[in-house]
DNA sequence: CCTTGACCTTCCAGCCACGGGAACCCTTAT
DNA sequence: ATAAGGGTTCCCGTGGCTGGAAGGTCAAGG
């Protein structure tokens, strides 16, 4: 298989592709032309790694979750720890996000949005009402 | 003020100070020696972009509530469509972190998390449990 | 044989919003 | 004179790609 098909069969870009090779996360063969040639081994490889990023897992991540995909000896105790850390992340971030976005609804719920100047928004991020810039 | 001093009191590292002068978005004077001298109009701006920042807004956004919140004449509408689009993104992204943090949860669930080395995990992110990698 | 066009190759630059660190200058205190 | 603690510019690195230039390869058509 050429990059072109793999790409689309893995659903990345061949520019991702040629990445992840380049960090050494697949090493496919080449043809006598110099063309990369994938093997199923690669392609089922680069899926993993699609779906595994579609999750939203970090590079870093996603190397050790294939090292571990490729480990047939491996416990099932490492890659929950490596998921479970991701989700706590997820927690913390959609925490963060959901405070921010109180605040915000908060703000432009309390802004006019007409024609006139005044702004609660503004206001609130200049610290106070009174020194409205200079 | 030099920079150390805005730094402490906007609460922005010096570095980001340098940028955010280098991108535009404040313009210090100089003293004779070459320091930045920064008035107080320079730190209200500063730390307006921190409470923007802080919020989440990127800086294409923080620019143009900059010049809003110099704009003594604007209209609340046109802050209220930038914090509102802003708004919605953020609703975006929860959901879509919600929907990765339930996919996620799920699997994480089913893995028995021991030193046995089937794992829902990885059969998930391979595709079909058969072709548990070659 | 030549061309066209789709495919492939490598390499370099850029993205965002900074952070680290080098190499150097200025000020103040001792 | 020196040391500490400011300040300055400049360049590189981050993550995870993406775009583009410049060129090699292959199959089809005239």
Same mark, same amino acid.
């Given at each position: 298989?050429?990059?072109?098909?793999? &790409?689309? $069969?893995?659903?990345?870009?061949a $520019?991702?592709?040629?990445?992840?090779?380049?960090?050494?996360?697949?090493?496919?063969?080449?043809?006598?032309?110099?063309?990369? &040639?994938?093997?199923?081994?690669?392609?089922? $490889?680069?899926?993993?790694?699609?779906?595994a990023?579609?999750l939203?897992?970090?590079?870093?991540?996603?190397?050790?979750?294939?090292?571990?995909?490729?480990?047939?000896?491996?416990?099932? &105790?490492?890659?929950?720890?490596?998921?479970? *850390?991701?989700?706590?992340?997820?927690?913390? $971030?959609?925490?963060q996000l959901?405070?921010?976005? *109180?605040?915000?609804?908060?703000?432009?719920?309390? #802004?006019?949005?007409?024609?006139?100047?005044? #702004?609660?928004?503004?206001?609130?991020?200049?610290?106070?009402?009174?020194?409205?810039?200079?």
């Amino acid at each position: 298989m050429n990059i072109g098909e793999v &790409a689309q $069969k893995s659903g990345l870009p061949a $520019k991702t592709i040629r990445y992840y090779e380049g960090i050494g996360l697949i090493r496919p063969l080449r043809d006598t032309n110099g063309y990369r &040639a994938f093997r199923d081994r690669d392609l089922h $490889k680069l899926t993993f790694l699609a779906r595994a990023r579609a999750l939203g897992f970090s590079m870093n991540d996603c190397r050790a979750l294939l090292t571990l995909y490729e480990d047939t000896g491996r416990a099932s &105790a490492h890659v929950k720890e490596i998921a479970g *850390a991701h989700l706590h992340r997820i927690d913390e $971030k959609v925490a963060q996000l959901q405070s921010l976005r *109180a605040t915000l609804a908060h703000l432009v719920d309390a #802004c006019a949005g007409d024609d006139r100047p005044d #702004c609660p928004i503004l206001e609130d991020l200049g610290g106070t009402a009174d020194q409205s810039a200079g």
